[in-house]
Nanobody
Framework: QVQLVESGGGLVQPGGPLRLSCAAAVSIFSADVMGWYRQAPVKQRELVATISSGGSKQYGDSVKCRFTISRDNARKTVSLQMNRLKPEDTAVYYC????????WGQGTQVTVSS
């Protein structure tokens, strides 16, 4: 079992920034993929961003050019910089990591509202 712990969620005004972090209990150097997903009420979980072990990044269409994913192997963390946030970005954000199997964090709530 791999433990992933998200932090950084909260309430932010539309147009503002927020940075999420995911701390892994094990080295993420060997992880095939690290990523962020989100789930809003009555919606399915959707891709936000992923980053491979080689550094390749993938983004969901709705967050391209606003969000940036990064990984720090030495600190065993994956971060998500979110800019120009919109009310529709409101969701629970989950960190995931793939070491053969996929592991998930418990999630952190992001609320974008004035």
């Amino acid at each position: 079992q791999v433990q992933l712990v998200e932090s950084g969620g909260g309430l932010v005004q539309p147009g503002g920034p927020l940075r999420l972090s995911c701390a892994a209990a094990v080295s993420i150097f060997s992880a095939d993929v690290m990523g962020w997903y989100r789930q809003a009420p009555v919606k399915q979980r959707e891709l936000v961003a992923t980053i491979s072990s080689g550094g390749s990044k993938q983004y969901g269409d709705s967050v391209k050019c606003r969000f940036t994913i990064s990984r720090d192997n030495a600190r065993k963390t994956v971060s998500l910089q979110m800019n120009r946030l919109k009310p529709e970005d409101t969701a629970v954000y989950y960190c995931s990591g793939t070491w053969g199997s996929v592991y998930w964090g418990q999630g952190t709530q992001v609320t974008v509202s004035s």
